[in-house]
């Protein structure tokens, strides 16, 4: 058993390492400061992230039941990372394929031929290598319940991109709006200092529907279910390195409230997706 599970957590060092170098470093720095019981720094903040990463890393099916308001934190930062590092890799991927294809149709109309010949070209990636994107630019579609759900998933890849404290006007826009549609309500100053009997009740009632209720639907969230939400990633260039500096990745930035067929990542409750594809229809 011991042997199994330092194997998996080599195994979990290494699709750790697979990811962009920035997003390695944000990571790090917005994990727990949880320690291991030799004092050295933890990688993941949980064995339980430890466990499940690995799997998201390399695109198996996963169903997850255990759940739970303690690990749900940690998981959606594991997500969060495996969505970002998949998006920005992808993003990558299909700029240097068009900008080959590109550089290979202007040589071949300077050389006077007919057409990009995929079979002779041997220049050219595989057909089979360049086919690198469908027919609209999303690539990963999260399903959650509510705004409030919605918000704190955000909140949790601006974190990713900007560390502790919330989003940068410099690494995400729209900001202001996500915020007043996503966030938390206003609680009404009649109903903070009201003393009735009636209020009294209903906060009471409030109490005995227990913390997994209130996550969802409690005073203080945005328990909304009909919504959704596109986000792009601008990845920022790399300013250019030195003989004696490693190679670096640059940086990413999110745009809130993009249209769905310019978005990376689609975000919608159940219900909204649902409105929204029978608008399409």
């Known amino acids: 058993d011991q042997q199994f599970v330092t194997a998996w957590k080599g195994h979990a060092q290494a699709a750790f390492e697979c990811n962009r170098e ?30 499940t990463y690995p799997l998201l890393a390399s695109y198996m099916d996963l169903l997850f039941t255990v759940d739970t308001r303690k690990n749900r934190t940690s998981m959606h930062r594991a997500i969060t990372l495996h969505i970002l590092n998949h998006v920005w890799t992808s993003r990558i991927r299909i700029h240097k394929h068009n900008k080959k294809l590109l550089d290979l149709e202007k040589k071949e109309a300077e050389d006077g031929e007919d057409g990009l010949d995929m079979a002779d070209n041997n220049d050219l990636p595989s057909e089979d290598v360049i086919r690198d994107q469908g027919f609209t630019r999303p690539t990963v579609l999260v399903l959650l319940p509510t705004r409030g ?46 003393a009735s009997a009636t209020e009294r ?40 390195k030195t003989n004696t500096e490693q190679q670096q990745d640059g940086s990413c930035a999110l ?27």
């Open 201 to 240: 009740r209903r906060k009471e009632v409030l109490r005995q529907k227990g913390a997994d209720w209130l996550d969802l639907f409690g005073d203080d969230t945005n328990d909304d279910d009909d919504f959704k939400l596109g986000l792009a990633i601008n990845i920022q260039a790399p300013r250019k």
């Open 22 to 51: 920035f997003l390695k470093q944000q990571w790090k720095q917005t994990r727990s400061t949880k320690r291991t019981s030799g004092g050295g720094s933890q990688l993941f903040d949980s064995s339980l992230q430890g466990t």
């Open 149 to 194: 759900a919605c918000y704190e998933f955000v909140q949790g890849m601006l974190n990713m991109l900007n560390g502790e404290g919330g989003a940068s006007a410099s690494l995400a826009t729209n900001i202001d709006r996500f915020e007043e549609e996503f966030g938390p309500p206003p609680t009404p100053e009649d109903v903070e200092h009201d």
């Open 255 to 281: 745009r809130l409230f993009t249209d769905f067929f310019k978005s990376d990542i689609i975000l919608a409750s159940p219900l909204g997706l649902k409105m929204a594809c029978a608008a399409q229809a």
